[in-house]
């Protein structure tokens, strides 16, 4: 793949439900403080104490207990089109063998930004984000058909990004 000059580690990466004993059982205080940091991850502990009535150094201890125990991550989410992404797409994979396997071996793919397992005509599907056609096609055809245990795998090529949002709140 090309050097983009933009750093390899260009997203987040957080290994989801790797552990844990089930859900996390938050009070409304803590819902409220999420759900104030959804609306705007750059509000301060100070205005959002004020919005729930809480001080700001309670409101600092809970949003740190909340991301020391994996319950949220506070990050700035990019536009790839911003940054010269142009080309994005969703890869089903199927395989065989220990899926679970063949995902690690997915998610160390630099320009893999997504990967579940899953059950039904895919065993796992994986979000790419690319320069463009040319490097999504090295992508595949270098880098995600080589893991061993990928069998096939179907592209949906993205034309447009009509909704993408990440405050599903906290129910």
Same mark, same amino acid.
């Given at each position: 793949?090309?050097?983009?000059? &933009?750093?390899?580690?260009?997203?987040?990466?957080?290994?989801?439900?790797?552990?844990?004993?089930?859900?996390?059982?938050?009070?409304?205080?803590?819902?409220?403080?999420?759900?104030?940091?959804?609306?705007?991850?750059?509000?301060?502990?100070?205005?959002?104490?004020?919005? &729930?009535?809480?001080?700001?150094?309670?409101?600092?201890?809970?949003?740190?207990?909340?991301?020391?125990?994996?319950?949220?991550?506070? &990050?700035? &989410?990019?536009?790839?089109?911003?940054?010269?992404?142009?080309?994005? +797409?969703?890869?089903?994979?199927?395989?065989?063998?220990?899926?679970?396997?063949?995902?690690?071996?997915?998610?160390?793919?630099?320009?893999?930004?997504?990967?579940?397992?899953?059950?039904?005509?895919?065993?796992?599907? +994986?979000?790419?984000?690319?320069?463009?056609?040319?490097?999504?096609?090295?992508?595949?055809?270098?880098?995600?058909?080589?893991?061993?245990?990928?069998?096939?795998?179907?592209?949906?090529?993205?034309?447009?990004?009509?909704?993408?949002?990440?405050?599903?709140?906290?129910?």
């Amino acid at each position: 793949m090309r050097d983009s000059g &933009v750093p390899a580690t260009r997203f987040p990466v957080r290994a989801i439900g790797a552990g844990g004993n089930g859900p996390v059982q938050l009070d409304e205080m803590s819902k409220a403080i999420i759900e104030k940091l959804q609306q705007d991850g750059r509000r301060s502990y100070a205005a959002i104490g004020k919005a &729930v009535g809480l001080s700001e150094a309670a409101v600092r201890q809970r949003v740190q207990r909340l991301v020391d125990s994996g319950v949220m991550q506070i &990050v700035a &989410v990019t536009d790839p089109l911003q940054l010269g992404f142009s080309r994005q +797409a969703m890869i089903g994979i199927r395989c065989t063998g220990d899926t679970t396997k063949v995902a690690e071996k997915l998610a160390q793919i630099d320009a893999v930004d997504y990967v579940v397992l899953t059950a039904g005509t895919f065993d796992a599907i +994986a979000e790419v984000v690319c320069e463009d056609d040319a490097e999504l096609l090295e992508l595949l055809n270098t880098e995600i058909r080589a893991v061993p245990g990928v069998t096939s795998t179907e592209t949906l090529v993205y034309l447009k990004l009509v909704k993408q949002q990440y405050n599903w709140g906290t129910r």
